[in-house]
Nanobody
């Protein structure tokens, strides 16, 4: 059974940092496009960042220069390093994987597998 499990969320002050992890199990995701999405209360789930290989990355404009994405194939794990956090980054963060995308895309409908989410709260 394919499973994605996020961790690393929490409460942080404005300007702080967090690193989210997404551990995949059930199959090897090394060739999959993977992404981070987030959803704030009352808002649509939105794309944050994605990657397939290290040279195939994409970021939402709102996080460019502050967030980085990486993956460790030996651990089947993807990471989202979030720096200079702002209150508007507060949301539940989800990782997702696609078996068909060649590059990460911002549409959530193109991802087959989803984690359960981890809460990130940035206090002002």
């Amino acid at each position: 059974q394919v499973q994605l499990v996020e961790s690393g969320g929490g409460l942080v002050q404005t300007g702080g940092s967090l690193r989210l992890s997404c551990a995949a199990s059930g199959r090897t995701f090394s060739s999959y496009a993977m992404a981070w999405f987030r959803q704030a209360p009352g808002k649509e789930r939105e794309f944050v960042a994605g990657m397939r290989w290290s040279d195939r990355t994409a970021f939402a404009d709102s996080v460019k220069g502050r967030f980085t994405i990486s993956r460790d194939g030996t651990k089947n794990t993807m990471y989202l390093q979030m720096n200079s956090l702002k209150p508007e980054d507060t949301a539940v963060y989800y990782c997702a994987a696609s078996s068909t995308l060649l590059i990460p895309r911002p549409s959530r409908y193109e991802y087959d597998y989803w984690g359960q989410g981890t809460q990130v709260t940035v206090s002002s």
